[in-house]
């Protein structure tokens, strides 16, 4: 993996750790990332009974930040990728791991 590559995943780690401050972003990424569904704002909104208006703030706030994507295979939709989200909690484990083992 090139540093390019790990400064982006240690972003949207960082990204994903700072989600409990908006509520509705965390929990728009929550759910596309349980669901594995592709979903619209609409769809999202009516699930999770957030206002259309407040759903498409936060999907857009996720997308500027590389949690989640637009979806290829459904216009006007998103998704989360969670082979993305696994890397980074990996990549985050291990430099933990490193870390405690640097203490000793």
């Not at 704002?41 to 999907?59: F, G």
């Not at 290829?72 to 998103?78: A, H, I, K, L, P």
Request: charged share 30%.
């Amino acid at each position: 993996m090139s540093e390019d590559q790990l400064g982006k995943l240690k972003e949207k780690t960082e990204a994903m750790l700072k989600l409990q401050r908006a509520p509705s972003q965390f929990t728009i990424f929550y759910h596309l990332l349980g669901t594995g569904k592709t979903m619209t704002v609409k769809d999202i909104s009516s699930e999770l009974e957030l206002t259309p208006k407040a759903t498409e703030r936060a999907v857009a706030k996720l997308l500027e930040k590389g949690l989640v994507q637009r979806s290829t295979f459904r216009e006007g939709s998103y998704n989360c990728d969670s082979k993305q989200v696994l890397l980074s909690l990996l990549m985050t484990t291990i430099e933990l791991t490193e870390a405690k083992g640097k203490k000793k």
